[in-house]
């Protein structure tokens, strides 16, 4: 009894506070002043980065001053051609013609025609000012029919052309980027015609004759200094006063009201101007604070979500619509803003080989789909090969990618082969052959255009790059098999 008395008081004394009696530490008003501040700064600037990297991109890809790269609103600006050794946007893609058009709805709904493709191939986003996929148009989901479809501001009242679908835009500045397929060269004539076909017409226009846009330059506007690099060197007062502008011309999702409630706290508030000046010392000390923590936070979970298997990496966190995943939704804000819908495109890349090694031209490579294991596509699923600036090798073929479209050379048992190499195969092996820059680190980027379930549940699995022996190795093995 006596022995569990002891081990009872030991219990005590080890949870008690030390001899001294001294209290845990109470921070002061100002400490804690701070602390609150700084969390409040954090958790904002992950919420506006996106924002404020659309807001950026908008006026950098409709100023005046940006001629053939770019195009006014309402106004979409197409790509004629395919990607080609040194003509070619980082990454492009080898089977698609890009369009994109900013919507402006400050002056009332804007009306989106769409051409009847005829069964080609195409999607068509719309994403709202805080990134988010809030419509589609394409053979997934509203067919390939002609259309006209009115894109409404938000709190729009009036009335529309009789029979003329709606969609209402959650933000008064919407972002439309299309791909549509495209074949070849061959093929542009017909392509380039259908890409003619999308065209916005503000409401108050629509049956009258087109009329002539008046632009206006925007001289503060920084247009040679990437927008990320922009964003992530603005100081703390800049960003968030921007931010706060931004949010008064830019109502908040519905969802949003517990990071507004706590962006309260500092003055944030929707429709207000946001004065940084007048807050005390402790809640600016704890803002700046605040917003250095949300880049390294940021810089801390990049790549996270990202699964690994096989060489091959694919993104499982969420794409195109995020919720209240305001750090998933800054992070491919970062990424690439304006992702779609991975229900319309999924995108792997192999950036290593059975081995764990990173790919390099200097090596040749082979990929076995077995039977059954083709990428799941309800489109259509391409491969690409690019350096290490993301740019397409020159090869004799004048081959960017290979895919589902091409003739490809499938085994008796259904299985196919790839090959992936500088060195050209055998002239009887050409047609599963996927060409590699000379040297130096290479990616191979997997497009399933439409994938089916098990591609977007994760349960499909694609095949290892098998390196080739080196020649040395090849060559004892030769030696070993002669009589």
């Given at each position: 009894m006596r022995r569990l008395v002891a081990l009872a008081l030991s219990f005590a004394a080890a949870l008690a506070p030390a001899a001294s009696g001294a209290a845990p530490a109470v921070p002061t008003p100002a400490a804690a002043a701070t602390e609150s501040a700084r969390q409040t700064a954090m958790e904002g600037y992950l919420y506006f980065y996106p924002l404020v990297t659309m807001d950026l991109t908008r006026r950098q890809a409709t100023h005046p001053s940006r001629g053939a790269q770019g195009a006014p609103a309402n106004t979409f600006l197409h790509g004629r051609a395919l990607p080609a050794p040194g003509a070619a946007a980082p990454w492009a893609n080898p089977d698609m013609l890009r369009s994109a058009a900013w919507l402006d709805l400050t002056a009332g709904p804007v009306v989106l025609s769409t051409p009847d493709t005829q069964g080609r191939h195409y999607t068509l986003t719309l994403l709202d000012m805080w990134t988010d996929a809030f419509a589609t148009f394409g053979k997934r989901s509203t067919g390939t029919a002609k259309g006209n479809t009115a894109i409404v501001p938000p709190g729009w009242t009036g009335t529309l052309p009789s029979g003329m679908a709606r969609i209402d835009a959650p933000t008064a500045h919407v972002w439309a980027r299309s791909l549509i397929q495209a074949d070849g060269p061959a093929d542009y004539p017909e392509?380039?015609?259908?890409?003619?076909?999308?065209?916005?017409?503000?409401?108050?226009?629509?049956?009258?004759p087109a009329q002539a846009q008046r632009l206006r330059a925007d001289p503060s506007l920084d247009l040679a200094t990437p927008v990320r690099e922009q964003v992530e060197s603005m100081p703390t007062d800049a960003f968030f006063t921007y931010a706060a502008e931004l949010l008064r011309r830019n109502p908040p999702h519905p969802t949003d009201q517990p990071v507004l409630a706590q962006l309260r706290r500092v003055g944030l508030i929707p429709g207000r101007p946001f004065d940084f000046d007048k807050l005390d010392h402790p809640a600016k000390q704890g803002m700046r604070r605040g917003l250095r923590a949300a880049r390294e936070r940021m810089a801390a979970a990049a790549g996270g979500t990202v699964r690994g298997v096989n060489g091959w990496q694919q993104e499982t966190g969420s794409i195109g619509v995020y919720g209240n995943?305001?750090?998933?939704?800054?992070?491919?804000?970062?990424?690439?803003?304006?992702?779609?819908?991975?229900?319309?495109?999924?995108?792997?890349?192999?950036a290593a080989d059975s081995q764990g090694a990173p790919l390099d031209g200097a090596h040749g490579y082979a990929?076995?789909?077995?039977?059954?294991?083709?990428?799941?596509?309800?489109?259509?699923?391409?491969?690409?090969?690019?350096?290490?600036?993301?740019?397409?090798?020159?090869n004799p073929l004048g081959r960017y990618a290979l895919g589902s479209r091409d003739p490809l050379r499938y085994n008796a048992?259904?299985?196919?082969?790839?090959?992936?190499?500088?060195?050209?195969?055998?002239?009887d092996a050409q047609s599963n052959w996927l060409?590699?820059?000379?040297?130096?680190?290479?990616?191979?980027?997997?497009?399933?255009?439409?994938?089916?379930?098990?591609?977007?549940?994760g349960l499909w699995v694609p095949p290892a790059a098998l390196r080739d022996a080196p020649q040395e190795e090849n060559a004892e093995d030769a030696e070993k098999t002669e009589p």
């Open positions: 392509v380039h015609a259908l890409q003619d076909g999308f065209i916005l017409t503000p409401l108050a226009q629509w049956n009258l995943a305001y750090l998933r939704r800054a992070l491919a804000a970062q990424a690439q803003p304006g992702s779609g819908l991975p229900e319309d495109l999924t995108v792997l890349l192999l990929l076995r789909f077995e039977s059954g294991q083709l990428p799941p596509a309800g489109a259509l699923w391409s491969l690409a090969a690019y350096d290490a600036n993301g740019m397409p090798a020159a048992d259904g299985s196919l082969d790839v090959r992936i190499s500088h060195a050209a195969p055998a002239p060409p590699l820059p000379p040297s130096g680190p290479v990616s191979v980027l997997l497009r399933v255009y439409r994938p089916e379930p098990a591609l977007l549940d």
